[in-house]
């Protein structure tokens, strides 16, 4: 059974840092890309952060470009997301995601999310 765990989260206030963790099970962790996704008050979830499986290549969403460091380390089976020089706008609920396409089957897995919350 495929399970991520997402912690880290917390109140910060602007200017700060946290780093949150997805800790990964039941899967071929080093085969899959994982990603970071977050969801504010009233709004979509949207993409953060991903790293790929084979060669450690990342992507980053604009808004957090230059702050946000995304890294995994496969003998701990766990995604990093290092997050510095927060802001108010960076308050959401902040969820740990693998994809997998199987047997012509589009599937997310979904962590239970971490709450991140930058004052001002």
């Known amino acids: 059974e495929v399970q991520l765990v997402e912690s880290g989260g917390g109140l910060v206030q602007a200017g700060g840092s946290l780093r949150l963790s997805c800790a990964a099970s039941?899967?071929?962790?080093?085969?899959?890309?994982i990603g970071w996704f977050r969801q504010a008050p009233g709004k979509e979830r949207e993409a953060v952060s991903c790293?790929?499986?084979?060669?450690?290549?990342?992507y980053y969403a604009d808004s957090v470009k230059g702050r946000f460091t995304i890294s995994r380390d496969n003998a701990k089976n766990t995604v990093y997301l290092q997050m510095n020089s927060l802001k108010p706008e960076d308050t959401a609920v902040y969820y740990c995601?693998?994809?997998?396409?199987?047997?012509?089957?589009?599937?997310?897995?979904w962590g239970q999310g971490t709450q991140v919350t930058v004052s001002s």
């Open positions: 039941g899967f071929t962790f080093d085969d899959y890309a």
């Open positions: 790293v790929s499986s084979s060669d450690g290549s990342t």
């Open positions: 995601n693998l994809n997998v396409y199987e047997l012509g089957v589009d599937r997310d897995y």
